[in-house]
């Protein structure tokens, strides 16, 4: 929802540690390399949204109501016997 | 863990009324770390009940108000693991199925490169995977994920540094190859979709 999500610029916090992949290059390719940078981080917020996107789909599936009957039932049992 | 069982009044019906209501908000996200784990749906749900009913009977061991999810998780990666031991055979075919089916969804409408990303997940070691996905999906601190998976912080961090780089390379156009297109493909529809993605949620 937020821009944080996916920014066009600067890093936001919870994606900072992408960096950690970025080798330092010698100085003569520091403008390439910076434009590589950007590229690189760009690219592992990309993977890091789609990852969190793989597992949300999970998470907003419905529960089965299997759980919550075995549940019911662990709980029926033991306030049976407390 | 702290040393502060002590003076603890034993559990009354209030607190498992308590301790029940957060298992049952953790359940969805108990069912989708199982997934990430076995691949096959019916058999994560399977572990995800098992881990949910170790958590109830162990809830006397729980202390409320520390982090619930972290530790459901860790028995739920425990329960996996013991399994995973018992039977090797068996977990040999969940691997397979893992590659196959590594969180399938049952959404018509899932974006294809999930598929990708799936599939690019499964080529990693099982702990960079487990890593990547408690820290980057599951929103656990490194300290956390640490907890769950029994290792060093410095040992996570290394492992999700790794995870990162390695699935950046596979998607990139390394080792991924689907129906003989090329792999450079799945970054790309990664790239088109992410801008989409982050207005879903």
């Known amino acids: 929802m937020s821009d944080d999500e996916y920014p066009k610029r600067g890093r936001p916090s919870r994606e900072r540690h992408a960096d950690d992949m970025i080798e330092q290059r010698p ?13 690189a981080r760009l690219r ?33 049992r033991s306030s049976e016997q407390g | ?25 953790l359940i969805p996200h108990l069912r989708a770390f ?19 009913m170790k958590a109830w009977d162990a809830r006397a061991s ?3 108000g520390t982090n619930m999810k972290a530790w459901t998780f860790m028995i739920l990666r425990n329960q996996f693991y013991s399994e995973k031991r018992r039977s090797w055979r068996q977990s040999q075919l969940d691997q397979e199925a893992a590659e196959r089916t590594l969180v399938a969804v049952d959404d018509p409408e899932a974006p294809v490169a999930l598929d990708e990303l799936r599939q690019g997940l499964a080529m990693l070691p099982p702990e960079q995977r487990e890593a990547l996905i408690l820290v980057g999906a599951g ?10 998976c029994g290792c060093a912080v410095g040992t996570v961090k290394s492992r999700v540094s790794r995870a990162r780089r390695a699935l950046h390379a596979i998607l990139e156009g390394g080792a991924y190859d689907r129906d003989g297109e090329p792999a450079s493909d799945a970054m790309r529809s990664i790239l088109a979709d992410a801008e989409r993605l982050s207005t879903v949620r």
């Open chain 2, 62 to 64: 729980f202390q409320m």
């Open chain 2, 139 to 148: 929103g656990f601190a490194y300290e956390e994920a640490a907890e769950i």
């Open chain 1, 44 to 76: 592992q917020q990309a993977i890091g949204v789609r990852l969190r996107q793989m597992f949300d789909q999970v998470v907003n599936e419905d529960v089965p109501d299997e759980f919550l009957e075995i549940l019911r039932r662990a709980d029926s």
């Open chain 1, 27 to 39: 100085s003569g390719e520091r403008r390439k390399s910076s434009a590589a940078l950007d590229e």
């Open chain 2, 1 to 25: 863990m702290a040393d502060d069982t002590r003076n603890r009044p034993s559990p009354t019906a209030a607190d498992d009324e308590a301790f029940k209501r957060e298992l049952v908000q």
């Open chain 2, 34 to 52: 199982a997934r990430t784990l076995c691949g096959d749906p019916a058999a994560a749900d399977d572990l995800a009940q098992d881990a949910m």
